[in-house]
């Protein structure tokens, strides 16, 4: 099993950046890919971006496209989140997930493992 545990949210500015950490635990995590989400009030779930632990090719989700960037630090079995010019609208709780694949999965359904999620406010 594998547990996950996101970290570095926070209030920040319209046009501020934060970087989220997502460290995960358990096992191996060769066939492991994971996800971030979000998720704003009243709001759906919505993919932000995912990187495998086999590949480590990130991708992303349309919501915040070329203002994100997702990582992966094997050694220390964690992904980050890299957000850049945040705006109100991107104010949410951001989960870190992941399945046992060698793939991600946008759909929030398929992703078997979710952290606690971390919370993002972006206001004046």
């Known amino acids: 099993q594998v547990q996950l545990l996101e970290s570095g949210g926070g209030w920040v500015q319209p046009g501020g950046s934060l970087k989220l950490s997502c460290a995960a635990s358990?096992?191996?995590?060769?066939?492991?890919?994971m996800t971030w989400f979000r998720q704003g009030p009243g709001k759906e779930r919505e993919p932000v971006g995912g990187i495998s632990w086999r590949y480590g090719v990130p991708y992303y989700g349309d919501s915040m496209r070329g203002r994100v960037t997702v990582s992966r630090d094997n050694a220390k079995n964690t992904i980050y989140l890299q957000m850049n010019s945040l705006k109100p609208e991107d104010t949410a709780v951001y989960y870190c997930?992941?399945?046992?694949?060698?793939?991600?999965?946008?759909?929030?359904?398929?992703?078997?493992?979710w952290g606690p999620g971390t919370q993002v406010p972006v206001s004046s």
């Open positions: 997930a992941g399945h046992d694949r060698c793939a991600i999965n946008f759909s929030p359904y398929a992703n078997e493992y």
């Open positions: 358990g096992r191996s995590f060769s066939d492991l890919a």
